[in-house]
Structure formats: structure tokens, C-alpha cells
């Protein structure tokens, strides 16, 4: 089974440092829906694997964030697209869950709810903490340049090995190649 570990914010949609609170915020990045079908296309489950802390500070609710997936999930459909599964953590940036990248909770669901290995499974991000907590767990880290993802390339502390594309589009191309 092929799977790949999608970032939400800065990856599929553009991200906002005063956090995506509403549908009416959540932008597509051009590309983003299509190479997402076109991962399907060729085989690939593509399941989310989102920090939003924003719900565990009060900025929003579940509801609120439901309806933003739901959004998602329906851009997608439109595109001839689907996603597998979205996890999330909602927990607050201070919070010692397991869940919240860096650490690797929610792949560790994936595996589970898949039954599938995480070695060399791809996860793509824009941000340092979403290759840390894939690589935690044998994963292969891809990261895109949109987003955050243009500070992070300079981060010191990018895992060896990272692969670097523009955006997503161009992942899924190399991907389906
Ligand atoms: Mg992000
Ligand atoms: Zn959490």
C-alpha cells in the first residue's frame, strides 16, 4: 500500500501566522488539489496529518475546524481528488500530548489504522517540525517550498536527506513519474 503524509497549512493550502480560523480563510495553493488526484490516480492514499492548536487556544472550535476540512475534502472532490483520512492534533503549542508534531503521534495512528509500515513512507511539509516527526519514525521527509517552507530550507536542523520541491505540484509529479 502507498501512502503519503500530507502537511494541511502551507502545503495543500496557503498558511496565515493568525492561523486559518474559518472556511472563508482556507485557500487553495494553485496546484495543490490537482496533484493530490493525480497521486490517486497513480495509487497513492493520501491521508493529513495537522497541528491545530488553535482549537486548544480558544481560536476556534471543532465545528469550525470540521467545516474547514469539510471544505478540503470537497476542493479536492471537485479536482477528481480524495484524502484517506485527516488527523489533527488540537492541542495547545504548551500541551505534553503525543500528538503534536514534532512528535510522531498521529503517524503512529496512520500506521495503525492502515496497517502499514512508516519506513520510507513519504511525508511533506513546510515547517521543520513536520519532517522531524516523520523522520522519528522512519519516514522520508519531503519539503515544499511553500508555506513556511522557504525559512525552513535554511533551518540547520533540516533532517539529512530532505528532498526539496517548489510545492506540492511538483512532489506528486516526482512522485508519479
Ligand atoms: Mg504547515
Ligand atoms: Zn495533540
Redesign the pocket.
Known amino acids: 500500500m502507498k501512502i503519503i503524509v500530507l502537511?494541511?497549512?502551507?502545503?495543500i493550502n496557503f498558511?496565515s501566522d493568525q492561523f486559518i480560523k474559518s472556511p472563508e480563510e482556507w485557500k487553495p495553493i494553485p496546484g495543490s488539489l490537482e496533484a493530490i488526484a493525480r497521486l490517486n490516480e497513480a495509487g497513492w492514499r493520501v491521508v493529513v496529518a495537522s497541528n491545530q492548536s488553535g482549537v486548544g487556544r480558544g481560536l476556534f472550535d471543532m465545528d469550525t475546524l470540521n467545516a474547514i476540512n469539510e471544505k478540503m475534502v470537497k476542493a479536492i472532490g471537485q479536482k477528481g481528488g480524495r484524502l484517506d483520512a485527516v488527523f489533527f492534533c488540537p492541542h495547545a503549542a504548551d500541551s505534553t500530548c503525543a500528538c503534536r508534531k514534532p512528535k510522531p503521534g498521529m503517524f503512529l495512528e496512520i500506521a495503525e489504522r492502515f496497517n502499514a509500515d512508516l519506513k520510507g513512507m513519504p511525508v511533506v511539509?513546510?515547517?521543520l517540525r513536520?519532517l522531524q516527526a516523520g523522520v522519528a519514525v522512519g519516514c522520508k521527509p519531503y519539503l515544499v517550498l511553500t508555506?513556511?517552507g522557504a525559512k525552513t530550507q535554511l533551518d540547520p536542523d533540516l533532517p539529512d536527506g530532505t528532498m526539496i520541491y517548489p510545492d506540492l505540484a511538483a512532489v506528486a509529479a516526482e512522485l508519479t513519474a
Do not use: F, L, P
Open positions: 502537511d494541511r497549512d502551507g502545503v498558511d511539509g513546510d515547517s513536520d508555506g513556511k
